[in-house]
């Protein structure tokens, strides 16, 4: 069904997570390190990335950074630690999820394919607020003209917010809708995802209005 690489240094941990990505039907690439990810990325097609954040060479954060220039495939990193301000790192250099060694295979297919189907449900039309232009097909955004390289996540975010204009949608609201009901994560990570959203939209990050103790909602000015 899906092209996945997996960037993962343990041997015996990436051969678990390849056979249940294969039980799932899913075609797996496999890396050793960064730097084997980085050229595997370079010269494949790819739909997803499993990554490790400890791993020789290159960690996983730096090989985030570098595949999010190169892609916006969503990105799912693995991590053996708790820290909450490793999880916004990861988050703010484009990963789309996480998962906390030890975790159970089953869940992390379960993960991974939420985020194909919510990748690939794309409607035709192409959307438009102010001089943003999103087109759904081909899951590009563009700002008066020119294309701005967004993250899986935050794509998302903003076709929830131009699809929804003027409607309000808390922290928690969002997290279930963008991040699924499984996600491990914190309220604070739609904020880092809409602060770097706007910063990506420039001046017309205006629309996404932030709603003190409430949330955001997406105003279309005319």
């Known amino acids: 069904m899906a092209n996945i690489l997996i960037v993962e240094d343990e041997k015996n941990m990436q051969s678990i997570i ?54 916006n495939l969503p990105i799912i990193m693995l991590t053996a630690r708790e820290s909450e301000d490793d999880k916004l790192k990861g988050y703010d250099l484009g990963a789309d999820d996480y998962m906390t060694k030890p975790f159970g295979p089953k869940v992390l297919l379960a993960k991974v394919n939420a985020l194909l189907r919510r990748s690939s449900a794309l409607p035709i039309d192409t959307m ?60 604070r990570t739609v904020d880092t995802h809409i602060k770097t959203l706007r910063r990506k939209l420039g001046d017309e990050g205006k629309h996404i209005v932030t709603l003190i103790r409430s949330g955001y909602k997406f105003e279309v000015t005319l």
């Open 18 to 71: 390849a056979e249940y990505m294969q039980r799932g039907s899913h075609t797996c690439f496999t890396a050793d390190d960064g730097v084997e990810a980085l050229m595997i990325l370079k010269h494949n097609p790819m739909d997803l990335m499993i990554l490790d954040i400890m791993m020789p060479h290159l960690d996983g954060f730096f090989v985030c950074k570098i595949a999010r220039e190169m892609s």
């Open 128 to 187: 438009n607020a102010g001089k943003i232009s999103l087109v759904p097909a081909s899951h590009k955004v563009f700002v008066d003209g020119k294309e701005v390289v967004l993250t899986h996540k935050e794509y998302e975010l903003l076709f929830l917010f131009m699809g929804n204009p003027g409607q309000i949608f808390g922290r928690e609201q969002l997290l279930n809708r963008i991040w699924g009901y499984d996600f491990e994560g914190m309220t």
